[in-house]
């Protein structure tokens, strides 16, 4: 691995932008679920001090991603059953409650902002890029929820952001294909334009339960554990 530019514009902390670059490995799927991080092989491989490697780990453990354990080190996490019942939960009553109340607020800028992430998604599909589309998928559903106008619910749905995208790496095995996620968010759109209560509900939580909840069936190839 190239030592990491430290000429990029620091808008961030270089832990911060080394934390984002280890979720996106563990997004990739370059580094796995329960695989351990070692303060010392990364401060080389980003050619910073350990001191910077350890402030980027704890940025991973409070957002969940990575857990320290005692005397053994520090560990990409494993989720459970649990996790996933939870997530899914509390995405859709978080979600289909925000989307309605969205609905109420949309307006053709919004519209517009909207549109444009989802003509960004069929190029993405087009191009077979699923890392690209789940990364649309959360600016899709982020800018949603930002428009519900409950301040407290947009932190609680910002905090769980990284959790989410982990979630979404392994979504593609459940899709016939890139297409049909951006379909899907383009049906959400429609829902949504449309200012039919029942629509969107049921299209929120088509989305989030009907292909997310295929996962527990499938929680030894993807690594989860059970409680």
């Known amino acids: 691995m190239q030592p990491y530019d430290h000429n990029v ?33 990364l401060a080389e491989s980003y050619d910073v001090s350990r001191s910077t ?3 980027a780990l704890k940025i991973l453990e409070s957002e969940e991603l990575v857990v320290s354990q005692a005397r053994k080190g520090t560990y990409v996490a494993d989720f459970t059953d649990q996790d996933v019942n939870e997530m899914i939960e509390l995405r859709t009553l978080i979600e289909s409650h925000a989307f309605m109340q969205a609905m109420t607020r949309l307006e053709s800028e919004h519209t517009k902002k909207l549109e444009e992430i989802v003509g960004k998604m069929k190029e993405k599909a087009d191009e077979n890029d699923w890392n690209g589309l789940f990364d649309l998928d959360m ?6 929820v930002g428009l519900c106008g409950n301040s407290r619910i947009i932190k609680i749905y910002d905090s ?17 294909s890139p297409q049909s996620f951006y379909a899907e968010h383009k049906q959400l759109l429609e829902a949504l334009v449309s200012n039919d209560v029942h629509t969107v509900n049921g299209r929120v939580r088509e989305h989030i339960e009907y292909v997310e909840t295929k996962l527990l069936g499938q929680k030894n190839d993807i690594k989860f554990k059970e409680v």
């Open 9 to 41: 514009i620091m808008q961030k902390p270089l832990s911060e932008l080394i934390a984002d670059e280890l979720k996106r490995k563990i997004w990739n799927e370059e580094i796995q679920f329960g695989e351990r991080l070692l303060e010392t092989e």
């Open 53 to 55: 490697i350890r402030e």
């Open 139 to 144: 600016q899709f559903h982020s800018y949603v």
């Open 160 to 176: 769980l952001q990284v959790q989410i995208r982990t979630f979404l790496m392994h979504l593609d095995r459940y899709y016939s």
